[in-house]
């Protein structure tokens, strides 16, 4: 099976002038054929979601004409701004908000449901994508809206904006990408108002993106981030909150959410596999995004020199918002009319910066959480996750089943290029059950075709074996398909398990069940509700890698060495003087420090190939 949401990198996607018309040429028929005699272009089975979808549309045709001039445009044009603003637009508090700080009010909102009272929780992100959708056509209108309509739309969205900062709380969901896109509507805003009302509008949303967005920011990975439904990052919604603050910057200029987009984007660079796979997020683990986040990665990608494009998206939503039957959904129509308005183009090329949390080269990559363990391996096209053991995820040396990754102390990093090789060696004091320090040191080599990695550590007691991964998915085509195996070689016997015992809590990579299914079903809330990063934690066991140690290690010592990716033989040799290890394989030499490490306590590391 192919996993559903993991399709092709964003870059693939053209993104010239000519594309965008031919783009908007698409939408410009499809919606004068919709367009009903009450001037609604909603899709049919619009159901959710449904607040700001015909004014969406609305906006595209605005932009279409304003670039073509079809004269096909201004009625309807017209006539959907006007369905919007006497169907759509909701002053009388929706029956079960929660969120409300000053009841009654009058001011116009925008509804998630129609239905008074059904499921209402969704009405603060939707009155913004309203007002986004707003926004939009106030800046298409010369030409196109009496003045009449004009005002009247003005005011709405001065409304929207009021409803969303005096009538609500501020970002009731703790979602950054919703609290992003409101100051983003402010800024947009403060443009068509008088220039009292503007200055108030442009200085409350930098303040309250200052005081409520980047004050609280959560630290991954040594970034700072804007949180995401009470985490740090969410492969769906955190590419969109990068849209965001590209928005920002280029409507206010201000130069702190360059700052902060570029730090997303750099984190993201990181995070995200050389073949544009990631998972994991406090709100979703696999269902990526597509046209939301073209913007923000194309345009942060070009500012830190980075292929953020690679970004594997949900394609079928490449362009914008679509039905399950194909047709167009208006919602989050801005994200298109922002990308096609921003002249950035896609930087293609890798980052030739080596970054602390990420190996990468060629076709191999490796991603590592804060505590220098991998979560992602990349290697001949297959993706490895961490594996499960009795409750303890990673990968690292396992003995008497416990699981020697998590550190008790500093970890220290060192990275070398020599010649076509990368190499990164993370040294780190890890405790084990039996409360004895050991140092654990880890090194990670590429040619850009193949992984080798080598761990050392003061001899174990019982049976260990290296923890190496759960084969999860590999690249197929513009697809990623599921697997349960590898190309992986080990110096020491190598067993591929799956766990005996049944439920949840237990990940066989043979079953159609994919990580994200498997982390709502662990999750506290329902799927769409819960933390699937928090309910993966409670992974008992899965499919796993066991690599035992590799002969010929000097005294001791444990040595595990375990090749990724295609070759021949694999018989690595390991030598020890004073503390120095000496590992020799069929493509390298590698000379570790001592676990001392120099003057500074920092590891060295010699590398040729």
Same mark, same amino acid.
């Given at each position: ?136 056509? #106030?800046? $298409? !209108?010369?030409?196109?809206? @009496?003045? &009449?309509?004009? +005002? %009247? ?6 409304? =929207? ?83 965001? #603050?590209? $928005? !920002?910057?280029?409507?206010? @200029?201000? &130069?702190?959410? +360059? %700052? ?6 750099? =984190? ?86 080596? !970054? ?254």
């Amino acid at each position: 099976m192919h996993l559903p949401h993991q399709r092709g990198p964003l870059h693939d996607l053209s993104d010239t002038p000519q594309a965008y018309d031919a783009v908007l040429a698409d939408v410009t028929e499809e919606a004068l054929a919709r367009l009903t005699p009450e001037g609604s272009l909603e899709h049919p089975d619009a159901h959710d979601d449904i607040g700001d979808t015909s004014l969406g549309i609305t906006s595209l045709l605005a932009l279409a004409w304003q670039r073509g001039k079809d004269p096909r445009l201004p009625e309807a044009v017209r006539r959907s701004l006007a369905f919007h603003l006497r169907e759509r637009v909701y002053t009388g508090d929706n029956p079960g908000y929660p969120n409300l700080c000053l009841t009654n009010s009058g001011l116009p909102y925008a509804r998630y449901v129609l239905d008074a009272g059904a499921h209402p929780i969704g009405d603060w992100p939707s009155t913004v994508w309203a007002l986004l959708q707003a926004v939009n056509v #106030l800046d $298409q !209108a010369e030409g196109l809206l @009496g003045d &009449e309509q004009l +005002a %009247e739309l003005r005011q709405v969205a001065h409304g =929207y904006w009021r409803w969303l900062t005096e009538a609500t709380f501020f970002n009731p969901q703790r979602a950054g990408n919703q609290a992003i896109g409101c100051v983003v509507g402010g800024l947009m805003l403060a443009r068509h108002l008088s220039q009292e009302e503007g200055e108030s509008v442009r200085g409350r949303a930098l303040s309250l993106y200052a005081e409520e967005i980047r004050a609280h920011r959560v630290r991954d990975r040594g970034a700072l981030l804007p949180p995401e439904h009470g985490g740090a990052y969410d492969n769906n919604y955190g590419p969109i909150s990068l849209s965001f #603050l590209a $928005q !920002a910057h280029r409507v206010s @200029g201000t &130069e702190m959410f +360059a %700052e902060d987009g570029d730090t997303l984007a750099r =984190y993201l660079d990181a995070r995200l596999t050389g073949g544009g796979y990631d998972c994991g997020g406090p709100r979703y683990s696999e269902q990526h995004s597509g046209f939301e986040s073209v913007l923000g990665l194309r345009y942060f990608g070009a500012r830190i020199g980075a292929d953020l494009g690679r970004y594997r998206g949900d394609t079928r939503w490449g362009r914008h918002a679509t039905r399950r039957d194909g047709r167009i959904d208006g919602h989050f129509a801005f994200m298109l009319v922002w990308q096609i308005q921003d002249p950035t183009r896609w930087h293609r090329a890798p980052s030739p910066d080596a !970054a602390r949390h990420q190996l990468r080269s060629g076709t191999v990559s490796v991603a590592f959480d804060s505590r220098m363990t991998p979560t992602l391996v990349e290697a001949a096209g297959t993706y490895y996750l961490p594996a499960a053991v009795r409750r303890r995820h990673g990968f690292g040396p396992v003995t008497d089943g416990f699981l020697l990754c998590r550190p008790m102390g500093e970890v220290r990093v060192r990275d070398v290029r020599a010649d076509t090789l990368a190499a990164k060696l993370v040294t780190k004091p890890v405790v084990g059950r039996d409360h004895v320090l050991r140092h654990v040191r880890s090194l990670y080599v590429t040619d850009g075709t193949r992984l080798w990695v080598t761990v050392a550590v003061e001899r174990l007691e019982g049976a260990p074996y290296l923890l190496s991964g759960l084969p999860y998915a590999a690249d197929d085509g513009d697809r990623v398909r599921r697997t349960a195996e590898g190309e992986v070689t080990a110096a020491g016997a190598l067993r591929l398990t799956h766990p005996a015992a049944p439920g949840d809590e237990h990940f066989d990579a043979r079953a159609e069940l994919t990580q994200e299914q498997a982390a709502f079903a662990l999750a506290a809330d329902p799927r769409g509700y819960g933390n699937p990063d928090e309910g993966w934690r409670h992974l008992a066991s899965s499919t796993a890698l066991e690599a035992d140690p590799a002969p010929g290690a000097p005294d001791g010592l444990h040595v595990f060495a375990v090749r990724y990716g295609p070759g021949g033989v694999f018989a690595p040799a390991f030598e020890e003087a004073g503390g120095e290890l000496t590992v020799r394989t069929e493509a390298f030499t590698a000379l570790v420090g001592p676990v001392a490490g120099d003057g500074r306590g920092e590891p060295s590391l010699t590398l040729r190939g």
